[in-house]
């Protein structure tokens, strides 16, 4: 089992930045990808980044590409998401998720077996 701890949401102003982390513990050499997604209100829950926790390649969303940079502490087992510039329309609910193997389809929530409880970010406009 892995657990997943999200910290770091909250309260900015538009074009400001924040960052989140994910703090994995458990058997978190079975992790072959981390990523995030993200659920605003009202909405389907949906895929923000991702990377592959060996090698490093990283996966972003077009909305968050050029904004947003995913990264890895390996020593830490803590994932970050660095949001930069943001907008109102990133407020959501951000989600730290976990996968056992990295898969093609890695944008769906079902290549993910770990789930973090969620933290929130809300954008002021």
């Known amino acids: 089992q892995v657990q997943l701890v999200e910290s770091g949401g909250g309260l900015v102003q538009a074009g400001n930045s924040l960052r989140l982390s994910c703090a994995a513990s458990g058997r978190t050499v079975s992790s072959d990808a981390m990523g995030w997604f993200r659920q605003a209100p009202g909405k389907e829950r949906e895929f923000v980044s991702t990377?592959?926790?060996?090698?490093?390649?990283?996966y972003y969303a077009d909305s968050v590409k050029g904004r947003f940079t995913i990264s890895r502490d390996n020593a830490k087992n803590t994932l970050y998401l660095q949001m930069n510039s943001l907008k109102p329309e990133d407020t959501a609910v951000y989600y730290c998720?976990?996968?056992?193997?990295?898969?093609?389809?890695?944008?769906?929530?079902?290549?993910?077996?770990?789930w973090g409880q969620g933290t929130q970010v809300t954008v002021s406009s």
């Open positions: 990377i592959r926790w060996r090698i490093g390649f990283t």
């Open positions: 998720a976990a996968s056992r193997v990295f898969s093609s389809n890695y944008a769906m929530e079902g290549s993910y077996d770990y």
